[in-house]
Nanobody
């Protein structure tokens, strides 16, 4: 099992920036993909971005060109740099890993609030 601890959420004005971090521990050798999901009130959890062991990335259309995901394999940490934030980015952001065995592990979530 992989344990995930997120940090970096908070309150920011429209157009501002935040950087989320997620540190993994435990069975980190089994990680295949690291990513970020978000869930707004009354909405389903959605994939924001992910990055695999080879460094290939995926972004949802809603965040493309504004968010950047990166990964420090030596620190078992994944980052999400969020620029040009909009009120619709307000959500709880969850770190996620998918292991080589197909298991999904989740962080506890961190709140991001963008004020208009």
């Amino acid at each position: 099992q992989v344990q995930l601890v997120e940090s970096g959420g908070g309150l920011v004005q429209t157009g501002g920036s935040l950087r989320l971090s997620c540190a993994a521990s435990g069975s980190t050798f089994s990680i295949a993909v690291m990513g970020w999901y978000r869930q707004a009130p009354g909405m389903q959890r959605e994939l924001v971005a992910n990055i695999n062991n080879g460094g290939s990335t995926y972004y949802s259309d809603s965040v493309k060109d504004r968010f950047t995901i990166s990964r420090d394999n030596a620190k078992n940490t994944v980052y999400l740099q969020m620029n040009s934030l909009k009120p619709e980015d307000t959500a709880v952001y969850y770190c996620n890993v998918a292991t080589i065995w197909g298991r999904l592990d989740w962080g506890q979530g961190t709140q991001v609030t963008v004020s208009s």
